[in-house]
């Protein structure tokens, strides 16, 4: 098992950054691929961004490229998403997920955080 706990949402405007963290517990987090997704209001969960195991390849939605960036710290067990520019279609809650990279746009999540709130005012 593995719990994921998000941290660092929060207010922004338009424009500026905002980092996110995800801390694992349970199991070491080496084992997963690791990403984040978010969901809008009246929206569906959709994919933000994933990283591999070692952390040397990473997928990003188009929606943030260039804007966004995913690290991870295996040895502090923790994945980063670091955002800037932000825009205000950026608002969403972001879950944490640890899983696998089957292909480009293929994740399996096995494992979700509980999310943390993003509002970007404009």
């Known amino acids: 098992q593995v719990q994921l706990v998000e941290s660092g949402g929060g207010l922004v405007q338009a424009g500026g950054s905002l980092s996110l963290s995800c801390a694992g517990s349970?199991?070491?987090?080496?084992?997963?691929?690791m990403g984040w997704f978010r969901q809008a209001p009246g929206k569906d969960r959709e994919f933000v961004t994933f990283i591999n195991f070692s952390g040397g390849t990473t997928y990003y939605a188009d929606s943030v490229k260039g804007r966004f960036a995913i690290s991870r710290d295996n040895a502090k067990n923790t994945v980063y998403l670091q955002m800037n520019s932000l825009k205000f279609e950026d608002t969403a809650i972001y879950f944490c997920?640890?899983?696998?990279?089957?292909?480009?746009?293929?994740?399996?999540?096995?494992?979700w955080g509980q999310g943390t709130r993003v509002t970007v005012s404009s």
């Open positions: 349970g199991r070491a987090l080496e084992r997963y691929a």
């Open positions: 997920a640890a899983g696998t990279i089957e292909a480009v746009g293929d994740y399996n999540v096995y494992y």
